[in-house]
């Protein structure tokens, strides 16, 4: 047994950290929440689409990453993936890596790719997974004004970290 | 459906699947005339029945890459979180799986027919058993591939579980190379073909969901 007694609810605009020390199930948490875990006990609610960042970044290595990101948008329900990809590799300051092979980036750079991946998807809700990790401060200053913009047009994020990230309003779920 | 398929078929190029199947399958046929000696009327007589052992090895190769490294980058996390049933992306992977291997291999057995003195005859029953069986055998191999995904050692174990299951295929593809009796193992081919085509991605849906788990 990992934790119990977890509730939470997250409306428009929402968002929810979890913290706790390594190991408590912090992952596991955001895992049960995307429906891929199920819980012993409880039941999770969504009723909208999905982003989920996990620590594996599921780019293809032998892509650029422009095709990898273009390849999930592709898959979204959302409509015009390359319009979706093109913002979102410029919120993330990503267009001098675009034509490069996912397999030449760096950790923080795939990040910052898999973050992309997140918000090309304009799923309403965002289950991210240590997004901080690996990246530099200018990129976690950009990760934060992009949950702001995220949760000003109504999204939801729930966000799984040891780092700490500035989040105005954000319900803690300690574990 | 299409989007998925087209990147698998991509992986496979890109890492030599097709090229590496063929090179083997053409190697495992070159060793029997090695081992048997160059006596052709010998020769034609079990050519066939090498070109399918053959084909069942070289079907072998692929199995490993099918799932397992999918599973590992997350991408079937993100396939699950999209809604896309992991029925459907098995048949996906079927697919591609498929139009990776079988029409390669199909064009190698012409090759490998004449290292082994097949007459053109037995080389057009071969041809068509291979287009019936190979189907199978893709299925097959993205069920083990699956079945295997979480397996430490996986590698070892993949023989094991796809070759004895792979059996019927070979029986009924050598059976049909008979002039007599061949239209009858022909149709048996077809029907184990299609039971493995037509199981296989519910099994090895189970099998990915329950990795995931």
Redesign the interface.
């Known amino acids: 047994m990992l934790f119990s007694g977890v509730s939470f609810d997250l409306g428009p605009g929402d968002a929810a950290v979890v913290t706790g020390p390594n190991g408590i199930g912090k992952s596991s948490l955001i895992r049960i929440a ?5 819980p012993f006990e409880g039941a999770v609610t969504c009723d909208a ?4 960042l ?9 892509r650029t990453l422009l095709a990898a990101l273009r ?2 948008a ?4 959302a409509p015009d993936p390359e319009a979706r990809v093109a913002h979102a590799v410029q919120a993330l300051d990503l267009e001098a890596l675009a034509d490069i092979p996912v397999r030449l980036l760096s950790t923080g750079q795939r990040r910052r790719a898999a973050i992309a991946r997140i918000a090309a998807s304009h799923a309403p809700v965002w289950l991210l997974d240590e997004p901080a990790n690996g990246l530099d401060t200018a990129s976690v200053t950009r990760l934060e004004a992009l949950l702001d913009r995220h949760r000003d047009g109504g999204g939801i994020a729930l966000v799984a970290t040891h780092l700490p990230m500035s989040m105005p309003g954000v319900q803690e779920i300690g574990l | 459906m299409i989007a998925l398929i087209r990147r698998d078929l991509r992986r496979s190029v890109s890492s030599g699947g097709a090229t590496l199947v063929v090179a083997f399958f053409l190697l495992v046929a070159t060793l029997f005339p090695f081992a048997i000696g160059p006596d052709a009327a010998l020769l034609a007589r079990i050519g066939g029945g090498v070109i399918w052992t053959a084909a069942l090895l070289a079907a072998l190769l692929p199995v490993e890459r099918l799932i397992g490294p999918d599973l590992e980058a997350g991408v079937f996390d993100q396939f699950a979180v999209r809604g896309l049933s992991m029925t459907s992306v098995a048949v996906a992977k079927t697919i591609a799986h498929w139009l990776g291997f079988g029409p390669p291999l199909m064009l190698a057995a012409v090759i490998a027919a004449g290292l082994l003195n097949l007459s053109a005859d037995t080389l057009l029953r071969v041809e068509v058993g291979l287009l019936i069986g190979t189907p199978g055998l893709a299925a097959l191999a993205v069920v083990t591939s699956a079945l295997v995904a979480g397996v430490r050692g996986g590698g070892a174990v993949t023989g094991l579980v796809m070759l004895p299951l792979a059996v019927p295929v070979l029986i009924f593809g050598a059976g049909s190379l008979d002039p007599a009796s061949g239209a009858g193992a022909v149709k048996l081919l077809a029907a184990v073909s299609l039971v493995l085509v037509a199981g296989a991605p519910f099994i090895a849906a189970a099998a990915v969901r329950a990795a995931l788990d």
């Open positions: 995307a429906g891929l875990l199920a689409d999905t982003a989920l996990t620590e594996a970044s599921a780019l293809d290595t032998d390849f999930w592709s898959l979204d329900r």
